[in-house]
């Protein structure tokens, strides 16, 4: 007779399947089904969710604004409407006055690392400031740069300029440069340029080709400045109602390693894509000098005061909180000095 043997994992699986009812998940974006984030980053992550819950988490996924605007997916996860969404929560300005200190420029060198970083960082305020929901996973870009129809080179050349900020923080740093921020989702921002409602945009190099603002913005600040985190969150209703087994498996899936793990091809496609427009002889890239350099930060500091204000008048230390994100940095390699 023959005979066959079950690993560790398989008998694990046949438990949790066996054990708890079969839920499928909404999970709700807006981002378009072919960016580098569904396709490296939530397709495998559902995988192996579904996997290690012996098939009985699945997911149906509506992307691309489908259930609702990208601004809107905090509140559509908060009240069900979604089970899980992934949200940008600087598209919410002064909502969670925290976790702007993501998007305040000069903080990280890279958003694969930083990922990591940020995860472990927020672990300490999420409850509080996303107390009606699930905190699961963070997911920045790589270092967001200046765009433009013309050259920018330094602060002074944004005076007078109308740009697409990628969020409120960064909004707040165009304001601060003279230039009027455009607020509009990432999806939206090439035909803000295409109609001159824009004249630049701030994005990572992979927004150039995903959402085609390149065929817009000929001339790139080559610059890393500032990152733009989305966070992966639950409907607490729903985790709630997971088996225990099935909440074990969510669990293991949203840790600061993971959000690492489903960062890493967003990191990877950003940049081809840069390589891709230094090769593009119909692109200008500029390379700030040091002294350059030391004036875009000097003209950032307003930002960061600003951001402190922000967080003491919400209740908490200001200083406390950025050495406490300038720690994780640090101990993840990618603290921008």
Same mark, same amino acid.
Request: aromatic residues 10%; charged residues 20%.
């Given at each position: 007779?023959?005979?066959?043997?079950?690993?560790?994992?398989?008998?694990?699986?046949?438990?949790?399947?066996?054990?708890?009812?079969?839920?499928?998940?909404?999970?709700? @974006?807006?981002?378009?089904?072919? @960016?580098a984030v569904p396709q490296t980053g939530?397709?495998?992550? +559902?995988?192996?969710?579904?996997?290690?819950?012996?098939?009985?988490?699945?997911?149906?996924?509506?992307?691309?604004?489908?259930?609702?605007?990208?601004?809107?997916?905090?509140?559509?996860?908060?009240?069900?409407?979604?089970?899980?969404?992934?949200?940008?929560?600087?598209?919410?300005?002064?909502?969670?006055?925290?976790?702007?200190?993501?998007?305040?420029?000069?903080?990280?060198?890279?958003?694969?690392?930083?990922?990591?970083?940020?995860?472990?960082?927020?672990?300490?305020?999420?409850?509080?400031? +996303?107390?009606?929901?699930?905190?699961?996973?963070?997911?920045?870009?790589?270092?967001?740069?200046?765009?433009?129809?013309?050259?920018?080179?330094?602060?002074?050349?944004?005076?007078?300029?109308?740009?697409?900020?990628?969020h409120s923080t960064m909004a707040r740093?165009?304001?601060?440069?003279?230039?009027?921020?455009?607020?509009?989702?990432?999806?939206?921002?090439?035909?803000?340029?295409?109609?001159?409602?824009?004249?630049?945009?701030?994005?990572?190099?992979?927004?150039?080709?995903?959402?085609?603002?390149?065929?817009?913005?000929?001339?790139?600040?080559?610059?890393?400045?500032?990152?733009?985190?989305?966070?992966?969150?639950?409907?607490?209703?729903?985790?709630?109602?997971?088996?225990?087994?099935?909440?074990?498996?969510?669990?293991?899936?949203?840790?600061?390693?993971?959000?690492?793990?489903?960062?890493?091809?967003?990191?990877?496609?950003?940049?081809?894509?840069?390589?891709?427009? +230094?090769?593009?002889?119909? @692109?200008?890239?500029?390379?700030?000098?040091?002294?350059?350099?030391?004036?875009?930060?000097?003209?950032?500091?307003?930002?960061?005061?600003?951001?402190?204000?922000?967080?003491?008048?919400?209740?908490?230390?200001?200083?406390?909180?950025?050495?406490? +994100?300038?720690?994780?940095?640090?101990?993840?390699?990618?603290?921008?000095?």
């Open positions: 007779m023959k005979r066959t043997l079950l690993t560790a994992a398989a008998v694990c699986m046949s438990v949790v399947g066996a054990q708890a009812q079969d839920v499928t998940l909404r999970f709700a @974006h807006w981002l378009p089904p072919q @960016h939530m397709a495998p992550w +559902m995988e192996s969710i579904t996997d290690a819950s012996g098939g009985s988490i699945t997911f149906e996924v509506f992307p691309a604004q489908q259930l609702g605007a990208a601004p809107d997916h905090y509140d559509m996860t908060r009240d069900g409407i979604a089970d899980i969404g992934y949200v940008n929560p600087g598209y919410n300005a002064g909502r969670f006055p925290i976790f702007e200190l993501v998007g305040v420029p000069f903080l990280a060198n890279d958003g694969l690392n930083a990922s990591k970083a940020i995860h472990e960082w927020y672990l300490d305020y999420a409850d509080k400031e +996303m107390s009606d929901v699930y905190f699961c996973l963070v997911n920045p870009h790589e270092p967001g740069r200046f765009h433009g129809k013309n050259e920018i080179k330094v602060p002074a050349d944004v005076k007078g300029l109308s740009v697409r900020p990628a740093f165009v304001n601060s440069l003279g230039g009027s921020s455009v607020q509009v989702p990432a999806p939206e921002a090439r035909e803000a340029i295409a109609r001159g409602t824009a004249d630049a945009v701030t994005f990572p190099y992979e927004a150039m080709k995903i959402f085609k603002i390149g065929e817009e913005t000929k001339f790139h600040n080559d610059m890393p400045l500032y990152l733009s985190a989305q966070v992966i969150l639950f409907n607490k209703a729903t985790y709630d109602g997971l088996s225990a087994d099935q909440k074990k498996v969510i669990d293991d899936h949203c840790t600061p390693e993971w959000s690492k793990q489903f960062s890493a091809g967003w990191t990877e496609y950003d940049t081809n894509v840069r390589q891709e427009i +230094m090769n593009d002889p119909e @692109h200008t890239v500029y390379t700030p000098t040091a002294e350059e350099i030391a004036l875009w930060r000097e003209a950032a500091v307003p930002t960061l005061e600003a951001w402190k204000a922000d967080v003491k008048n919400a209740g908490y230390d200001p200083d406390a909180v950025l050495e406490g +994100m300038r720690s994780a940095l640090e101990a993840n390699g990618t603290l921008n000095k």
